[in-house]
């Protein structure tokens, strides 16, 4: 998969434009991802990647990064064997196209606006 472009509250994905946050796992894009915290990220949000199980998942907290990862959700992630890497939305995209391109078994998780 490859995101074609991001700006704030909205994010296209193979050509197909998401005005919600969503969740790109292997080949199928969720749309409409919510977080039982809105502003937090828990494990319980997690649910979809975490049964995909990929080597990578990117987490896209924002355009201003007010999306947190609590270190409860960093940790299980680790227990799963999956690692975290956050950045804003913006650099989050940048970060999941360039994973995507070298064939690794990537995940994002994109908060698309604040």
Same mark, same amino acid.
């Given at each position: 998969?490859?995101?074609?472009?991001?700006? $704030?509250? #909205?994010? /296209?994905?193979? !050509?197909?434009?998401? &005005?919600?946050?969503?969740?790109?796992?292997?080949?199928? %894009?969720?749309?409409?991802?919510?977080? /039982?915290?809105?502003?937090?990220? *828990?494990?319980?949000?997690?649910?979809? %990647?975490? =049964? *995909?199980?990929?080597? /990578?998942? /990117?987490?896209?907290? !924002? +355009?201003?990064?007010?999306?947190?990862?609590?270190?409860?959700?960093?940790? +299980?992630?680790? =227990?799963? &064997?999956? #690692?975290? =890497?956050?950045?804003?939305?913006?650099?989050? %995209? =940048?970060? $999941?196209? #360039?994973?995507?391109?070298?064939?690794?078994?990537? *995940?994002? +998780?994109?908060?698309?606006?604040?």
């Amino acid at each position: 998969m490859h995101i074609d472009s991001y700006q $704030f509250g #909205e994010v /296209v994905i193979d !050509g197909v434009g998401y &005005n919600s946050d969503v969740l790109i796992l292997a080949d199928s %894009v969720q749309g409409h991802w919510r977080r /039982v915290r809105g502003h937090s990220l *828990a494990v319980e949000d997690l649910g979809s %990647v975490v =049964e *995909a199980s990929p080597s /990578v998942l /990117v987490v896209g907290c !924002g +355009a201003s990064g007010m999306m947190s990862v609590p270190r409860r959700t960093r940790k +299980a992630l680790l =227990e799963y &064997n999956i #690692e975290l =890497e956050a950045f804003d939305t913006t650099k989050a %995209v =940048e970060r $999941f196209n #360039e994973l995507s391109q070298t064939g690794a078994d990537v *995940a994002a +998780a994109l908060h698309l606006t604040c």
